[in-house]
């Protein structure tokens, strides 16, 4: 039951937008009962919670799993009094009345859709009001209200919890009528242009390079692929997730520095052969649409593959979404881009060495737990320009070069280095320089920069 007004109390008072208090007790109540149910809600966030109280109390939650301790009320008093809201919310007592709010804890999960649902709606309340803002301003161009209006119910949505990992045939989908719109608005402006009407193996989409993992990668193993920027490991690792999703597998891409859409157009642009600048942003070409509409074929078949952004990723919360996913749709790979830029659960005195240690062991870990490869971009430390200028401009990484930790080396199962000794050079090393089930050793891949994408070469 949704409510639109509240009775509870001056700080619950006068409430007037969508949310249910009866949904959100009982999915705070729910893990006080069984801490387990905050891995299948880990999604939520705090601002979800339209109650403040049951908002602190979930953000509560978090901290205590943050730093893996239990989650039960007195674990749950001592949270709240140490960031001063224990009083706020009314004391332990408020805690222990919230477990008589709890119908059953087997449907927690359909409260926690509630509690998102209403939080979407009051986003997209606010969008509608920034929407009328801009509708009822004449100085602002009617096209400028169109993308600015679309961006707001965009970024309501994709602010809000839940599931936010895009589909490759879906996302694939929108971008192709987003085309063809801005493609239309084109026309109407200017008339000369117009537009056309398992535990198998996972093959990574290179010989090459299969050859080397002795038919694909292995279930259960981590495989690193160490970079510097503009070397192209976001996009090798893209390549990956596009041939098994195109041969019928599930796979999912967790980017914590890219945008979804942004990581499935480079995907599109490799199948298409149009650029993803022009994919997300512009018109194609009249001779590039017959190309787009038989991408769209490719891409339409696409529907297990996954990209999310996730800019605040944790292990504990890569666990969570990944055997959710495993076990709604299946898993054949995981793919996290990249290590550097994910954080650590506790919040002791650790340097960011031991953090990285941390993380690292956390994905060998779920590797095992999932049984499917799990590949990790890794970025690479300065030390490969410096001993570049010694060495007349030669760039082949080392291990020492992996950044802020010894860790990865000792828990990957193989390291794959991406490297070019100059930015102009149409070839890509793929050096193999661990290798823990195969050979290590050197492989070359043409790196069409246009598209992002590598090929075989030849």
Known sequence: MLNYSDQSGAEDAAMTLPHSREAEEAVIGSVLINEFI?????????EDFYIHRLRFIWQAYLRLREKKQ??????????????????????????????????????????????????????????ANKIATLAYDASIDIVEVADQSTAAVSQAILSASGDTALNFAEVASELYDQMVARSTLEK??????????????????????????????????????????????????GGVARTVAEQGGNAVVFSLEMEGHEVISRIMASVTGVSANTLMDGVPEPDEWEQVVAGMGVMGKMTGGWAE?????????????????????????????YIQLMRGEGRGNFNREQEIAGISR?????????????????????????????????????????????????????????????????????????????????????????LTSFVEPG
């Open 38 to 46: 905050l891995d299948e809600l880990a999604d939520l966030k705090p």
């Open 70 to 127: 239990p989650i039960d009320s007195l674990t749950v008093s001592e949270e709240l009094d140490d960031f001063g809201r224990l009083k706020e919310i009314g004391g332990p007592a408020y805690l222990t009345s919230l477990l008589n709010q709890v119908p059953t804890t087997l449907h927690a999960e359909a409260y926690a859709q509630i509690v998102f649902a209403t939080s979407l709606r009051r986003r997209l309340l606010l969008a």
């Open 309 to 337: 952004y996730t800019p605040s990723l944790t292990p504990s919360r890569l666990r969570a979404k990944a055997h959710r996913i495993k076990a709604r749709y299946g898993l054949d790979i995981l793919i996290v881009d």
């Open 188 to 237: 109407s402006q200017t008339a000369e242009n117009a537009p056309p009407a398992p535990t198998k193996r996972i093959a990574s989409g290179w010989p090459s390079i299969n050859k080397m993992l002795n038919g694909g990668f292995g279930a259960g193993r981590v495989y690193v692929v160490g970079g510097r920027p503009g070397e192209g490991k976001s996009s090798w690792m």
């Open 362 to 450: 956390e994905l060998k870990i779920l590797a095992g737990e999932l049984r499917v490869p799990i590949l990790v971009g890794a970025q690479l430390s300065r030390e490969v320009e410096k001993r570049a200028e010694k060495e007349n401009g030669n760039k082949e990484p080392k291990m020492a070069d992996l950044r802020e930790s010894g860790a990865i080396e000792n828990d990957a199962d193989a390291i794959i280095f991406l490297w070019r000794n100059n930015p102009t050079e149409k070839f890509s090393h793929v050096k193999f320089a661990k290798h823990r089930n195969g050979p290590v050793g050197d492989c070359l891949l043409r790196f069409d920069t246009k």
